[in-house]
């Protein structure tokens, strides 16, 4: 049976920390996280920014691999056909390619 004890003090374990000022690799990740997908949402929304994305999902990026790789078509017309910023492609390299179908999981 449990019995009522009271109040209990917790004297420097209980202290509210500023979280923003703790030098923490997750929460940091965590941060980097939403920062870019306000970026992404800001970009999807804004009538401005929106066929010039610097941010994609894995679809977006798969959709790219395949049109330079399969299809071998020039960065400039895979940007202006996706709505991706100019030099998007670019930033991929040549070092990230489309995984065969026969490898795929």
């Known amino acids: 049976m449990l ?17 923003a000022g ?9 941060d980097r996280r939403r920062f870019l997908e ?5 970009e999807a929304t804004n009538p401005k920014t ?9 679809g977006v990026i798969h959709e790219v691999l395949r049109l330079r790789d399969d299809k071998k078509w020039e960065a400039i017309r895979i940007e202006k056909e996706l709505g991706l910023a100019d030099g998007f492609v670019k930033r991929l390299g040549n070092h990230v390619a ?7 999981i």
């Open 3 to 19: 019995k009522t004890i009271g109040v209990v003090q917790i004297p420097d374990v209980a202290k509210n920390f500023d979280l």
């Open 98 to 104: 489309d995984i065969p179908d026969s490898r795929r």
């Open 50 to 58: 929106r066929m010039k994305r610097s941010v994609a999902d894995l």
């Open 22 to 30: 703790v030098k923490n690799p997750q929460l940091r990740t965590l």
């Open 38 to 42: 306000e970026q992404q949402v800001e």
